[in-house]
Structure formats: structure tokens, C-alpha cells
């Protein structure tokens, strides 16, 4: 007998003997990415006022200010390495951490909503994830327009293996970014050196975005921007400060 046509015996098989010769069907809703709303983010490496030693080749000031939104992405991640299997036969099996894509959700007649994950054993068997992240041994098949839902007995292991929704965060640059940060570079015989640089939003360095700051031996006050820094102490190696104004 073709392997092929073995395996679709097998499977009728099984869903016949999960749900009866006369399953319920339900709709296959889609998965839509689920955006939260956004989080103000505002990191600096200062207190104003506050006096600060910073050695060279250190950022007396840094700043990250910025907007960042958690999207669920249309993926379920499984806590461990899984497989689920039914008797030889391996309908599903995954990598801790690695997402795998949502093919649909359904809702049946007893009010249980399922998220669906595509089988990769036959393209009409699903496996049911249920709202705890918990498989429960169940199935779930297409069947003519719709799809049918059952309980069963079909073992996962590790059996406490839970699935989540996929989570990322993306930073929202229509709404203004600034990663930056003010380094000391040391002396030289008449001034006092430091470097500018900008950072993209994943924190690469922005080569167009450097600048060498000079201020003069014996500055009380230097001023970048709208950053005014408050000069304690200096000298080769360290800077003493305190930043007054942002």
C-alpha cells in the first residue's frame, strides 16, 4: 500500500475515533497582530546636580529617550523542546524558544477558544493550543468549510510544555528618538576634549554623527547643546562633574 495513502487510513482512522462519523465544524478565524499601546522610555546616565567622576574614554552624559510598542506577533513560542506524537507517528515537534506560525483560531460549541498550529505531519490536521498555553491531547481537523475540534488522547512530551504568544518590541521612530552620548577623550596643553556621538535604535554607532568637542583649560561651565555641565575637577585621566541643565 502507497505510504501515502497509508498514512490518509491512519488519519481518518484517528479522526473518526475522536470525533464520530458526524463531526460539528467551526469557523477558522484569522490571527491578527495584537499592538499594545505605547511605553515612554527615558534612560540617562545622570542626576542633575549630582557630582559625577567619569575617567576617559567614559560618556559623562548619555541619553536614550524614546518610544517603543510591544507587538504579539501571529507565532506561539514553546517553553521546552516538544513532540507530539501519535503512536509512531510524529504530528508535531519544536524548539524551545523558537516561534511557531498560527494558522488560525476557532471557537467551538462549548465556548472553548483554540489557537491552531499546523501539523506537519498532513496539511488537514491541526493541534490545538487552548487559552492556558496547554496542549490537552486534542485534535483538530479540517473538514469540508470548517474545522473540527476534539478531545483526545495524544501525548506531548514533555508534558508540561506550555506555549505563549510571540513578543517584540519595536521602537517607534515616527515619534522622535534620541540615543546619544557625550565621552571625555582627556586634556591636551590648552583644552579639554570630549566626543559626540549618535546612536541608531538598535545602538549601532552613526559614523555622519560624530563630532570632537574642544572647551578651553579651566572652564568652569562647558555647554553642549542644551546640556550644561558644571567642571569640578579635571585632568588627563578624569573629569569630575556634575551636569546643571538638560
Known sequence: MPRLVYQLLVLIAMFLSVYGCAPKTFPMDPVVSDHSKQNHVFIKNYE????????????IVRVKDYYEKTIQTNSLVPSYDFSITFNQYTFLKGKEGVPIPIVGMVTDDK????????STWNNQLLIPVGEDGHYHGGSAFIYNTGVAV??????IMPVNTTFAKETKKEIDTTSGFINYEIVYTGMSSDSINFLYREYTPDDMAR????????????AKFIRFKSTKISVIQVDEAAIKYAVVEE
Not at 111 to 118: A, D, I, P, S
Not at 150 to 155: A, F, R
Request: glycine residues 14%.
Open 150 to 155: 476534539g478531545d483526545g488522547k495524544i501525548g
Open 207 to 218: 559614523p555622519a554623527y560624530y563630532q570632537n568637542l574642544t572647551y578651553p583649560i579651566g
Open 48 to 59: 542633575l546636580n549630582k557630582s559625577i567622576t567619569a575617567n576617559v574614554g567614559e560618556a
Open 111 to 118: 465556548m472553548r477558544t483554540f489557537t491552531l498550529l499546523q
